[in-house]
């Protein structure tokens, strides 16, 4: 079986850990491609060929999925690829994120949690269940758990590529922020446009416009009105990059 490995490149180590785990777990039927690695892509190669290459040929999808992967376009890219070829879609949610977390339509997939204690079990089993194969290899455990581990230690240990450096807001900039904040005291059920203005004490209309800017910017997300109830709003995984690079949160 020919599996994709969909990473950002500074959770590269993470994902050469799965790879090598799961290909000498099950020898000889598992095929994974992980872009970082040079052997599936050697130098001179046209990566995007190889890339496009392999989303084509793949039978299932692994995508890490943590708080700052999911703000990558090239991360739903690769992942909407396998959801149009109809291949299984696995999230492996890590470093922080939940399952329960997950923005649509990853959240649609049945994901799993590096934090869990059964995750190297799920893992295995669903990927037996994908090539067709009823038994599951015995592997140790323990060492895959840990070596993933060190790997995302890895992860935490590197800055973001593209993190915002701390600033102090403008006066333009500080009712945004507010909003935001206040939208993260709601947790996940998220503030309507009428409950913000009055929490905020200001006009509906005002509000409306600082959540139109805000979902402009991509920092937060307006779920749909349902049986007459209003739209809600959500922080996004970059809305919540956005507070914490200002020593917001």
């Known amino acids: 079986m020919k599996l994709f490995l969909s990473h ?10 799965l790879k090598e785990w799961l290909e000498t777990s099950f020898p000889s039927t598992l095929d994974a491609f992980v872009s970082s690695d040079i052997r599936d892509i050697p130098a001179g190669n046209k990566w995007l060929q190889d890339i496009d290459g392999a989303l084509n040929e793949c039978q299932a999808f692994l995508v890490l999925c943590s708080p700052q992967s999911l703000t990558r376009p090239w991360i739903n890219f690769e992942t909407g690829c396998a959801w149009i070829k109809r291949v299984p879609v696995i999230p492996i949610c890590h470093s922080g994120l939940a399952k329960a977390s997950l923005p649509r ?37 323990v060492s895959m758990r840990a070596d993933i581990a060190r790997a995302i230690e890895e992860v935490f240990r590197q800055p973001p590529s593209n993190a915002a450096p701390p600033s102090v807001p403008s006066n333009d900039e500080a009712p945004l922020l507010q909003v935001l904040r206040r939208i993260v005291e709601s947790g996940d059920r998220g503030n309507s446009a009428e409950e913000l203005a009055a929490e905020e004490r200001m006009s509906e209309p005002k509000m409306q416009y600082y959540l139109d800017e805000l979902r402009e910017r991509g920092l937060v997300h307006r779920g749909a009105a349902l049986m007459g109830v209003p739209p809600h709003y959500r922080l996004t995984p970059e809305g919540r990059k956005y507070l914490v690079a200002r020593g917001m949160l």
Do not use: C, K, W, Y
């Not at 950002?8 to 850990?17: P, Q």
């Open 105 to 141: 339509p990853l959240s649609e997939f049945q994901a799993l949690e590096v934090a869990n204690p059964s995750f190297v079990d799920d893992l295995i089993s669903s990927l037996a269940s994908h090539l067709g194969t009823a038994r599951i290899p015995r592997i140790d455990q």
């Open 8 to 17: 950002i490149h500074e959770e590269a180590r993470l994902a050469l850990v």
